[in-house]
């Protein structure tokens, strides 16, 4: 079996002006599907970071798929680190998604196109080429935005959410204050009935992401875990100030402060979990974060850290040094979502309710529709492969949209100057 | 597809009286050999230690093996835990081989059964199931022992060499001393190819070892690596002693001496690259490992790791920390030798040559005879699966051996004993 096309697609798809410490999401958000055909006629699908340095080093590396027996994964992840940008195996994450080349991403983005091949030629989901299924449904977290009104992109500020089923009004409402975010947060209980509630923090003054926290631990109870990331837009000793508020209340505290240093010294002074997906993003990063004790938690992400089978041998690494795992996710659509739910259905460890952003998309990539949580968690899509298909029409509207939108890179902080001139994004910011 | 039979069967083959400093290689070796078949008729195989601890608890788990899927192992290895008795993950390996009960064994044995099987299923090699190859023919280094005269087992100390093409007469000799054992590198190298040169050492006085390695590099040239192995045998102080005389002469200087702390003091005071297989036989041992900086090379076994996707991720791990791989060998057959050859195809950073005792077995258990090296090193087995087959009458005529030979365990200090009265195992000896 040999790789005879090969596909790579940069999509727009709408997305509500969520609020980060980075800035504003824009109103379409980026993201590339990977194609590719067996010379019998199978063909797999993989889903990626968006933009013009994601799908250049796709392109890039053309030459070493066509041709390629997909089995053979292990020598393709070895050839494309020459072929593609990056150099140092780590970085900042951020910059990952907003622009930089990256070999891991580009490996894992094949690398899942390829499971979805081999699941389909054997007639095997893949988790099941993962090691197969620890569990039958996997748990995600909702995840809380401050955000500007609005549903973004094509759906502008006005739009009928009864046209995708389990929308919820709410979602477009503006929510900047901790009153806003929990009706937010009720809003997607009620309408996915998520377990453990995320809020990206970073966003406002570190006062009112408290007072935020607070009123969800008032409105959800202690049944109910909650987790803070501010995205490292707080100082080590402001992280630590409020360290001191959060202690338990938080199930973990994700990405306070900067780097592996400011995470270590976060985390000698307080008894909170410390979690990142952002000071440890490669396994080249974990001799030092294990050794300097920076984080209790890793969020993977297959996207970055090379595939869904680097995704396993992390857990094993994780295991090993007795790391929690959690999830991390960017704006994505389908195809990723069952990725994920593949992969943490094969990972023991994976224990933590999984990060999505999947509730504030509404448009879809995959044939059938969206996937349904229940309860706040989705069972591991049926069928051989990732278990979903390509809605053609829905990519050939979406890569129209990429090609109209006039956005080539992930850049918050320009989108937040539309709304607040001058708005610079600095870390820390408190 | 189920596993609708499970077999285990215990055998042993004849071992010629090799040395260590454990003591000395009974007539036989133990080993046991594990079959899965899948309710339409698919078989796959495995081989591991032998004796009564690793078949006690491959029969404990029957139930757990019995009607599973055989692509769900991650569940299996789960499940596998609480039934097999070794508690903690961490162990001495010399007790695991020699008789501990042993989960990671356990489950390692079945995995590669279990790839076989699957292998077969979809008609593919075992090294596809790993990532692919990204190489095509695996190096092995000589393994030279000091030893006594004979063949071993029901060969006892005559025997036709010409009955096993390839096994040189040379390998009955005695080998006692230095000028014995390059007699034995020499028909070794002429016989099999063998680039590299491994002394299992830990046996005779250490300064006739040093004269060994000495004898070999005057032999060989300093093109070919060399390597000594003394089991632990040596305090700090000795293995820092002869340090000192080794650098410039090894490649790496495998287990001079006890525990992760003995090898971390000796590592910080030699230039010599430390390698183990005895102070890191787990993943519960290598964060110590790595805190102290005792090795700079693991040699994984897939036998003890936890089967070929955990020797996988310990790469994984050798990559992150920038630890070097190479690969531990215990007495063994062809079905451990085809493991072991998928396995080292499929991991870009196993650059060392590899160990094996495969060319002091005459026996074999695979059909169509012994797999052939070409300069040291070996192909892939050709075929779906680990690409050797069974062979069912040597295979019932091992296990009748196993009946008559009466050992249950392997205990080279008794065996010692036999030849030399009242000798008892010390570690260290010097």
């Given at each position: 079996m040999k790789i005879a096309e090969y596909r790579v697609t940069p999509i727009a798809f709408s997305d509500p002006p969520l609020r980060a410490a980075s800035g504003l999401h824009a109103p379409y958000a980026l993201r590339t599907i990977v194609e590719v055909v067996s010379d019998d006629g199978i063909s797999g699908v993989g889903e990626t970071h968006g933009g013009a340095a994601a799908l250049a080093d796709l392109e890039a590396v053309r030459d070493l798929v066509i041709g390629r027996d997909p089995f053979q994964l292990a020598a393709l992840e070895q050839a494309i680190w020459p072929n593609v940008g990056g150099g140092s195996e780590s970085a900042d994450i951020t910059r990952v998604v907003g622009g930089l080349r990256w070999p891991p991403r580009t490996f894992g983005a094949i690398e899942v196109a390829c499971l979805d091949l081999i699941?389909?030629?054997?007639?095997?989901?893949?988790?099941?080429?993962?090691?197969?299924?620890?569990?039958?449904?996997?748990?995600?977290?909702?995840?809380?935005?401050?955000?500007?009104?609005?549903?973004?992109?094509?759906?502008?500020?006005?739009?009928?959410?009864?046209?995708?089923?389990?929308?919820?009004?709410?979602?477009?409402?503006?929510?900047?204050?901790?009153?806003?975010?929990?009706?937010?947060?009720?809003?997607?209980?009620?309408?996915?009935?998520?377990?453990?509630?995320?809020?990206?923090?970073?966003?406002?003054?570190?006062?009112?992401?408290?007072?935020?926290?607070?009123?969800?631990?008032?409105a959800f109870g202690p049944g109910v875990p909650l987790r803070i990331d501010p995205n490292a837009a707080w100082s080590v000793e402001t992280s630590l100030r409020y360290a001191r508020e959060l202690e338990g209340l938080l199930e973990y505290y994700e990405d306070p402060t900067d780097g592996k240093q400011g995470m270590a010294e976060v985390a000698r002074h307080t008894s909170l979990p410390l979690a990142t997906n952002m000071c440890c993003v490669s396994f080249a990063d974990l001799p030092e974060t294990i050794r300097l004790g920076s984080v209790r938690i890793i969020l993977s992400d297959h996207h970055y850290w090379g595939g869904l089978r680097a995704s396993v041998e992390l857990a094993r690494v994780c295991r090993s040094w007795g790391i929690g795992m959690s999830m991390h996710s960017n704006s994505h659509l389908g195809i990723s979502l069952a990725a994920m739910t593949h992969l943490a259905a094969a990972?023991?460890?994976?224990?933590?309710?999984?990060?999505?952003?999947?509730?504030?998309?509404?448009?879809?990539?995959?044939?059938?529709?969206?996937?349904?949580?229940?309860?706040?968690?989705?069972?591991v899509p049926k069928g051989a492969g990732l278990g979903v298909e390509l809605d053609r029409d829905a990519l050939a509207r979406m890569h129209e949209q990429y090609l109209a939108c006039g956005l080539a890179r992930r850049d918050d902080e320009i989108e937040m100057q539309k709304v607040e001139p001058g708005w610079a994004y600095r870390r820390p910011r408190w």
């Open positions: 699941g389909k030629a054997i007639g095997r989901p893949v988790v099941d080429l993962l090691g197969g299924r620890v569990r039958e449904r996997v748990d995600f977290s909702a995840y809380l935005f401050y955000k500007h009104r609005g549903a973004g992109g094509c759906f502008g500020f006005e739009r009928d959410p009864a046209a995708v089923p389990g929308w919820p009004t709410a979602l477009q409402h503006e929510a900047l204050d901790a009153e806003g975010l929990v009706e937010q947060a009720q809003a997607m209980v009620a309408a996915f009935g998520f377990q453990s509630l995320k809020l990206k923090a970073g966003v406002l003054e570190p006062d009112e992401e408290l007072r935020t926290i607070q009123l969800l631990r008032e990972v023991p460890n994976l224990t933590y309710a999984c990060d999505t952003h999947y509730p504030w998309q509404q448009e879809e990539i995959i044939a059938g529709g969206k996937l349904q949580f229940e309860d706040g968690s989705l069972a």
